[in-house]
T-cell receptor, first 117, second 112 residues
Framework: DTEVTQTPKHLVMGMTNKKSLKCEQHMGHRAMYWYKQKAKKPPELMFVYSYEKLSINESVPSRFSPECPNSSLLNLHLHALQPEDSALYLC????????????????FGPGTRLTVL | EDKVVQSPLSLVVHEGDTVTLNCSYEVTNFRSLLWYKQEKKAPTFLFMLTSSGIEKKSGRLSSILDKKELFSILNITATQTGDSAVYLCAVEGSQTWGKFQFGAGTQVVVTP
């Protein structure tokens, strides 16, 4: 299985709603990532988990709350979002490779298209 | 701060032409450079280049890394309309593991 899956594919929510985005991979990867992508822009890193521990938070507002319940799953909990948070939310995964020369091939899921009304 | 610049920002070519895309970078303790193709969905992984792997080839696509001049080239030969996409490069430095800095992307349009 070389896939990263994300649910839902599309989500429309009001500013007072609470919702969650889900991401799953079964490639044995121990690093998982959340990115936000606005139209015609590159992905922007939000969070990185390594061995189920949060290793990078790119100063993301607290209305976004990540969770990594186990090595295969990554959630993003959403609460009190703003219309400007509407975007494509991408999950990715990779191996955790310590050796500097080896690098980390990072694979993306199909994304969740989020619209905040 | 790490910096990744892609050029050109966009180009239009005819089927059969060769396309050369550039990604230059400034990053502390370079670790890897990744190339992706993005159509109207999530980025699809193409290549990873590192200090120990500076040339990659797959079919009509190839890529090189120039560690001295700090850039990478992605070549697409005999282009097809299916090659139309945004091509993204992302660079990781070993100072902050897992932090990939993306360039703005190059929009490639291949006309029949």
């Amino acid at each position: 299985d070389t896939e990263v899956t994300q649910t839902p594919k599309h989500l429309v929510m009001g500013m007072t709603n609470k919702k969650s985005l889900k991401c799953e991979q079964h490639m044995g990867h121990r690093a998982m990532y959340w990115y936000k992508q606005k139209a015609k822009k590159p992905p922007e890193l939000m969070f990185v988990y390594s061995y189920e521990k949060l290793s990078i938070n790119e100063s993301v507002p607290s209305r976004f709350s990540p969770e990594c319940p186990n090595s295969s799953l990554l959630n993003l909990h959403l609460h009190a979002l703003q219309p400007e948070d509407s975007a494509l939310y991408l999950c990715a995964s990779s191996q955790v490779v310590g050796a500097r020369d080896l690098g980390n091939e990072q694979f993306f899921g199909p994304g969740t298209r989020l619209t905040v009304l | 701060e790490d910096k990744v610049v892609q050029s050109p920002l966009s180009l239009v070519v005819h089927e059969g032409d060769t396309v050369t895309l550039n990604c230059s970078y400034e990053v502390t303790n370079f670790r890897s450079l990744l190339w992706y193709k993005q159509e109207k969905k999530a980025p699809t992984f193409l290549f990873m280049l590192t200090s120990s792997g500076i040339e990659k080839k797959s079919g009509r696509l190839s890529s090189i890394l120039d560690k001295k001049e700090l850039f990478s080239i992605l070549n697409i030969t005999a282009t097809q309309t299916g090659d139309s996409a945004v091509y993204l490069c992302a660079v990781e430095g070993s100072q902050t593991w897992g932090k990939f800095q993306f360039g703005a992307g190059t929009q490639v349009v291949v006309t029949p």
